[in-house]
């Protein structure tokens, strides 16, 4: 878990790519977006020993971070989603406390870009 922890915050894409709403400094990669995936496969696969880690790493809020780090990443939303989506149908109270205090699931939601 810990490779997985420093892939989500350490990126090996190249530095700053222009785009047409912006510059991305640094880019997502697909480094990231596949750690990402991995986390929410974790999420969904519904082991006590994946879900106790999930939450001893801090994987879930970091994601969520990313999610509003790139607001135009369809990929990276859709792999979120299934994420937050996995830890809610997980059935276990330590994980979803995990989302809701440590990750502060509505407060992510209210401050989330409506458009």
Known sequence: MDRLSEMLVDSAA???????FGVLDPPL?????????MVAAL???GA???EAALTTAGLV???MDLFLQYPFNNMLHHQVTAMVLGVLECGNEELLQHLFRDARLPQWLAEAPIE
């Not at 190249?14 to 047409?20: G, N, R, V």
């Open 14 to 20: 190249p530095p700053k790519l222009a785009t047409t």
């Open 29 to 37: 990669g697909n480094g990231r977006l596949k750690a990402v995936e």
């Open 43 to 45: 999420a969904r696969l």
């Open 48 to 50: 006590a020993a994946a």
């Open 61 to 63: 809020p970091r994601c």
